[in-house]
């Protein structure tokens, strides 16, 4: 806690929170180092995700070549047009068994395999989450899963999130939050970003040769941003108008 303090304070986070826009044109004379996306990802690394279950995977768009495939796909967007990197931000519904496996044998590791606290991970990760991300082409698994949810929440609080899509949208969740710490990080580094929604998932899909479960969250668009490629004034509907207290 105090080494966080020392690092870094409120109002360093606020400056780059402020700081921090989409950014619709890049400087395409700008060379930007390698390594500025790679620290930003390693940070984006440590964001919270659901059960620690990481179904990510961060495709970085580098070559000019593969780039210059991605504009198209990417709508001729301004922004895909002049990034001098994209980051694709994937989500990988087929990766739970490897990823499960990953936190059973670190937890093994750390906690002893003999010890109480391994016995819940056992449960968790041995059992939980191979119910909760075992899935089929047809989404059967997930509606049975849907059924016995509402069975057992008929007597006790329940996640009734459990179907195929729900899934999935657990999945985009915690890229999501990846992307925000990733575009924080380009930024503290005097970098800036667009994250990009429209896409064509399909052939986005075929051009970086992703499996058919595996989904794209967003691709973010990376560069030194020029000062017109921020359209305007940041408009954000009040805070009393969103924030609800009870
Ligand atoms: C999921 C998501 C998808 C987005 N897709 C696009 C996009 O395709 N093209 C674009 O120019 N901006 C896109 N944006 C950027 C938003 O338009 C932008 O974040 C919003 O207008 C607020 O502006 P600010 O980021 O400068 O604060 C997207 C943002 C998010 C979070």
């Known amino acids: 806690m105090s080494e966080v303090h020392e690092v870094a304070t409120l109002a360093d986070f606020e400056t780059i929170i402020e700081a921090r826009r989409s ?3 890049f400087d395409t004379e700008h060379e930007m180092p390698e390594e500025i996306v790679q620290k930003a990802l390693e940070a984006a690394l440590l964001s919270p995700n659901s059960s620690n279950m990481q179904m990510w995977e961060f495709i970085r768009v580098r070559s000019v ?3 210059k ?3 198209p796909i ?11 990197e994209f980051v694709v931000v994937v989500g990988r519904a087929n990766a739970w068994k490897e990823r499960a496996a990953f936190n ?15 016995a819940r991970v056992k449960q968790y990760y041995g059992k939980l989450m191979p119910m909760v991300y075992r899935s089929d082409a047809f989404g059967i698994i997930g509606r049975i899963r849907k059924v016995m949810a509402s069975v057992i929440g008929l007597s006790k609080p329940m ?3 459990v179907g195929k899509s729900d899934i999935l949208a657990t999945i985009h969740g915690s890229n999501s939050l990846a992307s925000m710490t990733f ?16 896409f064509d998932s399909v052939r986005l899909k075929k ?21 017109e490629g921020v359209w305007g004034k940041r408009h954000r509907v009040p805070y009393e108008k969103v924030v609800k207290t009870v």
Do not use: H, W
């Open 23 to 25: 950014y619709r044109v």
């Open 65 to 67: 070549e593969m780039r």
């Open 69 to 71: 495939k991605m504009v």
């Open 74 to 84: 990417l709508l001729n967007q301004s922004a895909a047009q002049t990034a001098s």
């Open 104 to 118: 059973y044998n670190k937890l093994a590791e750390e906690y002893g395999e003999t010890s109480d606290r391994f």
């Open 159 to 161: 996640v009734r999130e």
């Open 183 to 198: 575009m924080y990080a380009m930024k503290a580094q005097g970098y800036d970003t667009c994250p990009l929604g429209g």
């Open 207 to 227: 051009l970086l040769k992703l499996k058919g479960s595996d989904e794209v969250t967003m691709v973010i668009a990376c560069g030194k941003g020029k000062p």
